[in-house]
C-alpha cells in the first residue's frame, strides 16, 4: 500500500544526519516505522532510570530537554531542537535511560525504531560513526569526539553551569591580611580602605589564622562586647578553613555549606599551615556558577542568537528557586526576574530588527501588559504585549501597521523560543488588533473609558497595567495622559472596574471554608490566581487610577503609595500589599514544584501550616473588597 | 417479530460490515488517553454529495497523542465519475499510475482500519457525508462512530474576547496558520489526514491547559 505520510517522514529525516548517509529506500522502510509523538510542553518522554524502549528520536517541531537530576537538584544537560537527535545512547548502550526527556515547549518528535533503523543501517560504518559521535557530543563536549573508547564513560555534564563546577575556583589573589598583633581599629581601617567585607589574620610565616568579616565587627564590636582597640586574636573566627589552589568551584561550595563559612582560604599545600596565597568566597561561586542577575544580564545582552537567551533564561530560573530557598525577600526578587524578563525583550526586538528589509519607518515603543506591564512576573507565563507607532499619513497607514506586525512576529516567535508561550488570548503585538498608532491607541483608551462595556473591563485588566520595555517613551507618556484626561470624564468607568474587582468572592467566604473550584477537572484545585492574586490587582489598578498615581506599575508598589496618601487606610494598604508578596510566592514556589504555571493550587498537598498562612492572606482581600464596594457605591450601579 | 426482521436484514450483509458493527459492543468507558482517535480526510471528484465521488482516502489513528506511520491509511479508488475541474487540487488523474481498487474494498478497508475510534476531520460534516453516500450505495448503515470537526472544535477553543469576530468556517490552511502546524503534502487525502491530527492535538493541548478537557466538551454536549 502506498503510504505518503511514510514519504513526507522521510523527506524530513533525510536532511539530517544520520539519515542523509542512508539511500532512499532504506530510508522509506524506516520512516514507515516511525511513530509520531506529540508533546504539551513539559510532557515527559522518557524518564531517568527507566528501562529504554526501542527507539530512539528526533525533533520534527519545537525543543527537548534532556534533564539529569541528582538528589534534588535537576541540571539541563542539553536541548534538542529540530533535527536534533537524542536517546540513542541507552539504545546501544543496553542501559536505562541516564536523563530524563521533556518537550521544553510544545514539540512533535519521531520516534525511530532501533530495529528497523539497524536493519536499515546494517554495514553502514558511518551511520553509526555518526551516532556514536553525536552521543557523545551529547554527553560531554565536543572536544571528546575524537575520544570514541570513552564515550559509554559515565554521563559527564555539559552546559557551562556544570563545567563551571569542575573548574578551578577563580580566587582572590591578593587578599587583604594583617598580623596578629593588629588592633581591631588597624584591620577596620585597612578593610575599609580596600573597600572589603574581610580581612584575614595571619602569622610571621603568613599562615592564616583567623578571620575577621564585617559581621564580627558588628556582633562583637558594635554590640559593646569588646572595644575597638581589642586585639584582632580575640574576635577573629578560627581556626580558619583551608582548600588547596586546584581547588573546584563545586568543591569549594560544598566547603562553604559544610562548615557554614562565607570566605574559604586557599593556602599553598592546603592546609592551615601552610602560606596564605588567596581567599575564595561565596560571591566568587556565584559569579563561576553564573548565577547572578549581572552575569545572566551581560550574556543577555552580548547575545546573538534566540537559543542564547533561552540559556539565559534557564539560568534566571534557577536563580528564582535559589533565591526562594535563601528566602530573599520577594520584592527584590521580582524587581531582579522582571528586569531580565525585560531585558530579554528588549534583546529579542535588537535581534528581529535586521531581519527587517529596512529600518523601522517612524519610531514605536514596545510595552509590556499584564502581569509583565506590572512587573511582577516570576514563572514563565504567556506572553502579553503591544505596540505603539507613531502617526503616519492615512494612505501610509496600512503599510506601516503591516512593517511593525512583521517585525513583532519576529519578537513573538524568539520570545516564543525563549520559553514564554503565546499568549492564549493573542493579546501580542503581532495582532493588528493590538499593533496600532498612537492616536488610534488613544481612541482606543478613551472608548473603553467613556463607553465601558464588559469587554472594556476585561481587556482593561491587562492593557491599563502596560509598561514601556523599548523605543519611544514620548509615545508612552502622551498615551498615559489621554488615559488620566479621559478618566476624568467618567465616573461609570471606575464603577465597572469596581464592580469586577469585588466580583471573586473573597475566599475567607463560606464557614471560612476554601471555595474550591466547582467544575470538571478543577474540582479540588484551588485558583490563588483568580481567587487570591487578581483581587488585589484589580483594586490596586483601580485605586491608583482614581488617585491619578503615574508610573507605579507593581501591585505591592501601588498599595504602598496608596498607604502614604491615605493614612487613614494605611493598615489596610499594608496588608494587601503584604498579602500580594505571600500569595506571589507561594504561586511561585508551587508553580516551579509542579513546573506549571502554579495558578492551580491542590489542597490535598498543602500543609496545615500553609493553609492558615493562605487564609490570614484572604483577610485583606475581604477587607479591600468592602472598601471598594462602600467607596464606589456598588450597591446601586446601573447595570 | 422485530427481532426476526432484524435477523433477515442482518443476513444480507457482508461479512466485514457486521464485523465492524461487532467493534461496538464493547461498553467501555475510556479516557481521552486511552481512546483511539482517527484523523481523516476524503479527496472527492466534488462537492455534491449524490453525483460526486472519493477518490481517496488517507487516516492516521492517534492514541495517547503518538501517530503510527505504520498503522497509517490510505486507499485510491476507481470510480467512473470523473472532474477535470477538481483534478488540479488533489492531483489525482483518472488514469495514473496509483494502485485503485474498488469501492466496495475501500469501503472493507476503510471500516476495517477506523473500527469504533472516534473519528476527526476538517469540516467533519462533508466528509461523514459523502463516506455515508457511499455506504448507502452499497446498501449498508450509516457510519456508527462519534465524530469531532476540528473547524468546529477550534471555533469554540477561541479566547472569549474574540468569540465576537469568530470567522463562520475556518479553512484548514487557517488553522495550520494561527496553531503554527506546518503544511505538508496539503491536498492529499494523507497530508490532510496527518496535519489535521496534529491540529487537533494542538486544540486538545490549548483545551488541556485551561482545564476543560472532557468528552461532553469534545463530543458537544455541552
Not at chain 1, 327 to 349: F, W
Not at chain 1, 424 to 451: G, P, R, T, V, Y
Not at chain 1, 593 to 604: P, R, V, Y
Request: aromatic content about 10%; charged content about 25%; hydrophobic content about 40%.
Amino acid at each position: 500500500m502506498k503510504n505518503s505520510i511514510a514519504e513526507r517522514v522521510s523527506d524530513f529525516l533525510k536532511n539530517h544526519p544520520p539519515f542523509d548517509l542512508l539511500d532512499a529506500k532504506k530510508l522509506l522502510n524506516i520512516a514507515k516505522e516511525v511513530v509520531i509523538i506529540y508533546l504539551e510542553k513539559g510532557d515527559v518522554l522518557f524518564k531517568q532510570g527507566a528501562s529504554c524502549n526501542n527507539h530512539f528520536y528526533m525533533v520534527r517541531n519545537g525543543a527537548i530537554s534532556l534533564t539529569y537530576s541528582n538528589n534534588n537538584a535537576q541540571e539541563i544537560v542539553s536541548m534538542s531542537d529540530a533535527g536534533d537527535i537524542f536517546g540513542v545512547r541507552p539504545l546501544i548502550a543496553q542501559e536505562n535511560y541516564k536523563l530524563t526527556a521533556s518537550a521544553h515547549e510544545e514539540s512533535i518528535v519521531y520516534g525511530i525504531p532501533i530495529d528497523s533503523f539497524r536493519l536499515a543501517a546494517e554495514n553502514n560504518s558511518r551511520v553509526y560513526k555518526y551516532l556514536i559521535t553525536a552521543f557523545a557530543t551529547n554527553a560531554y563536549d565536543a572536544y571528546t569526539t575524537k575520544e570514541t573508547h570513552e564515550i559509554f564513560v559515565d554521563y559527564l555534564p555539559s552546559n557551562s553551569r556544570d563545567i563551571a563546577n569542575f573548574q578551578t575556583a577563580n580566587y582572590t589573589k591578593k587578599p587583604v591580611t594583617c598580623s596578629v598583633n593588629s588592633s581591631l581599629k588597624e584591620a577596620a581601617l585597612k578593610m575599609s580602605e580596600n573597600k572589603i567585607g574581610y580581612i584575614v589574620v595571619i602569622d610571621d610565616a603568613k599562615k592564616p589564622l583567623g578571620i575577621i568579616t564585617n559581621s564580627d565587627i558588628k556582633n562583637k564590636i558594635a554590640t559593646g562586647i569588646f572595644p575597638i582597640d581589642t586585639a584582632v586574636t580575640n574576635i577573629m573566627s578560627s581556626p580558619v578553613i583551608t582548600g588547596n589552589k586546584n581547588l573546584t568551584v563545586a568543591d569549594g561550595q560544598l566547603q562553604m555549606i559544610k562548615h557554614n563559612i562565607a570566605h574559604l582560604c586557599i593556602t599553598k599545600d592546603g592546609t592551615v599551615n601552610s602560606k596564605l596565597v588567596g581567599v575564595l568566597t561565596n560571591h566568587h561561586i556565584l559569579v563561576a556558577l553564573g548565577n547572578n542577575p549581572t552575569a545572566i544580564l551581560k550574556e543577555i545582552i552580548r547575545a546573538k542568537r534566540t537559543k542564547k537567551l533561552r540559556n539565559a533564561r534557564l539560568k534566571a530560573d534557577t536563580l528564582l528557586k535559589n533565591y526562594l530557598e535563601q528566602n530573599i525577600p520577594i520584592t527584590h526578587i521580582t524587581k531582579v526576574i522582571s528586569k531580565i524578563n525585560d531585558a530579554l525583550t528588549v534583546r529579542a526586538i535588537e535581534i528581529a530588527l535586521p531581519k527587517m528589509p529596512t529600518p523601522p519607518p517612524v519610531k514605536f515603543s514596545w510595552l509590556s501588559i499584564g502581569s509583565q506591564g506590572r512587573k511582577e512576573q516570576l514563572l514563565y507565563t504567556d506572553q502579553d504585549n503591544a505596540l505603539v507607532f507613531e502617526d503616519v499619513p492615512k494612505a501610509k497607514y496600512k503599510e506601516t501597521q503591516d512593517y511593525f506586525l512583521e517585525l513583532s512576529k519576529h519578537v513573538t516567535k524568539s520570545l516564543n523560543k525563549i520559553g514564554f508561550e503565546y499568549c492564549e488570548a493573542d493579546m501580542m503585538a503581532s495582532n493588528s488588533a493590538w499593533c496600532k498608532s498612537i492616536s488610534e491607541w488613544k481612541n482606543q483608551f478613551k472608548e473603553w473609558i467613556l463607553s465601558p462595556g464588559e469587554e472594556a473591563v476585561l481587556l482593561s485588566s491587562i492593557f491599563f497595567d502596560y509598561s514601556m520595555v523599548y523605543g519611544s517613551q514620548n509615545l508612552t507618556d502622551q498615551l498615559t495622559d489621554t488615559i488620566y484626561e479621559a478618566l476624568e470624564e467618567s465616573n461609570l468607568f471606575y464603577k465597572m472596574l469596581a464592580q469586577d474587582a469585588v466580583k471573586s468572592p473573597s475566599p475567607l467566604g463560606f464557614f471560612r471554608q476554601f471555595l474550591v473550584e466547582k467544575n470538571g477537572e478543577q474540582k479540588d484545585l484551588f485558583n490563588i490566581k483568580n481567587r487570591g492574586l487578581m483581587p488585589l490587582v484589580d483594586a490596586a489598578r483601580l485605586l491608583v487610577l482614581t488617585k491619578h498615581i503615574k508610573g507605579i506599575n507593581n501591585t505591592f508598589e501601588r498599595y504602598e503609595k496608596l498607604a502614604q496618601i491615605e493614612p487613614n487606610n494605611k493598615e489596610l494598604y499594608e496588608s494587601c500589599s503584604y498579602a500580594f508578596k505571600a500569595l506571589t510566592k507561594f504561586r511561585t514556589k508551587h508553580g516551579l514544584k509542579h513546573n506549571n504555571s502554579g495558578k492551580f493550587i491542590d489542597l490535598e498537598t498543602l500543609s496545615n501550616e500553609e493553609k492558615l498562612k493562605l487564609k490570614r492572606c484572604f483577610k485583606p482581600i475581604d477587607e479591600i473588597q468592602k472598601t471598594l464596594t462602600l467607596r464606589f457605591d456598588l450597591k446601586t450601579l446601573p447595570i | 417479530m422485530i427481532l426476526g426482521w432484524f435477523k433477515r436484514k442482518k443476513r444480507h450483509y457482508p461479512e466485514f460490515w457486521l464485523r465492524y458493527l461487532e467493534t461496538f459492543n464493547n461498553n467501555k468507558n475510556e479516557t481521552i488517553a486511552t481512546t483511539r482517535f482517527v484523523a481523516f480526510d476524503t479527496e472527492t471528484t466534488g462537492f455534491d454529495k449524490k453525483k460526486d465521488r472519493i477518490l481517496s482516502i488517507g487516516a492516521v489513528s492517534i492514541l495517547d497523542k503518538s501517530i503510527e506511520v505504520n498503522e497509517s491509511y490510505e486507499v485510491y479508488l476507481k470510480q467512473d465519475v470523473f472532474s477535470n475541474k477538481t483534478v488540479e487540487i488533489h492531483g489525482i488523474l483518472k488514469t495514473g499510475s496509483l494502485k485503485k481498487v474498488s469501492e466496495l474494498d475501500a469501503i472493507e478497508s476503510f471500516l476495517d482500519y477506523i473500527k469504533d475510534a472516534v473519528l476527526i476531520a476538517h469540516h467533519a460534516n462533508f466528509d461523514k457525508d459523502m463516506v455515508n453516500e457511499m455506504l448507502l450505495r452499497h446498501g449498508l448503515g450509516k457510519l456508527k462512530n462519534e465524530f469531532i470537526d476540528t473547524g468546529y472544535l477550534f471555533s469554540k477553543s477561541k479566547h472569549i474576547i474574540y468569540r465576537e469576530n469568530l470567522k463562520d468556517h475556518y479553512t484548514l490552511d487557517d488553522l495550520c496558520a494561527e496553531l503554527n502546524v506546518p503544511k505538508v503534502d496539503r491536498h492529499t487525502a494523507s497530508g490532510d489526514a496527518l496535519i489535521t491530527a496534529i491540529v487537533f492535538l494542538k486544540i486538545l493541548s490549548r483545551l488541556n491547559r485551561r482545564k476543560h478537557l472532557n468528552w461532553d466538551y469534545l463530543l458537544n454536549k455541552t
